[in-house]
């Protein structure tokens, strides 16, 4: 896998004169012979809630091909419909499930959680992605554009995530 970030190198300083990553950076990507599969994302941080539960969660901006360029497993449901409309829809990791619907004895898909202000409906449990180091971290995925429209408000791209021929 890999990812392509803004700027010349990983500490390219020039915030002001960066050409920022676009979706049709990720798409021209895409159409290269090498390329198996390509990611869109963009992150953030804010709370997920359902009902009286709430948690802090790393928020990330994905396109559909996102668990395949990355490898993660998905135990429950399905992957979004769509990344290009901004559909109101999230895939929780098993930490995101355990701190919000365990104790309910709830299944998690077909919820509706609200995340930062966005209420989206859960399509999916995915396994834990510990590649951060923090086991206890709670992930969700959402399409990219839901992030980028609904979310931060910018039509910039944190990075792109690549999976190679």
């Known amino acids: 896998v890999i990812s392509i970030y803004p700027g010349r190198d990983f500490f390219d300083d020039s915030n002001g004169s960066l050409r920022p990553l676009l979706p049709a950076d990720a798409a021209a990507l895409a159409k290269q012979g090498f390329v198996d599969s390509v990611s869109p994302e963009v992150s953030t941080q804010d709370s997920i809630r359902f009902r009286g539960k709430s948690a802090t969660a790393s928020i990330n901006g994905v396109g559909r091909n996102h668990f395949r360029v990355n490898g ?94």
């Not at 999230?90 to 919820?111: M, P, S, W, Y």
């Not at 510990?130 to 992930?139: A, F, H, L």
């Not at 554009?145 to 408000?153: L, P």
Request: charged share 25%.
């Open 72 to 165: 993660i497993r998905l135990l429950q449901g399905t992957l979004f419909h769509d990344d290009r409309s901004a559909l109101q829809e999230v895939i929780i990791d098993e930490n995101a499930r355990k701190a919000l619907f365990d104790e309910a004895g709830l299944e998690a898909t077909g919820q509706t959680v609200i995340i930062g202000s966005v209420p989206a409906r859960v399509t999916g449990v995915a396994r834990n992605d510990n590649r951060s180091g923090t086991p206890d971290r709670i992930s969700v995925w959402m399409p990219y554009t839901t992030v980028m429209y609904r979310m931060t408000g910018r039509p910039e791209l944190s990075s792109v995530s690549i999976r190679l021929r």
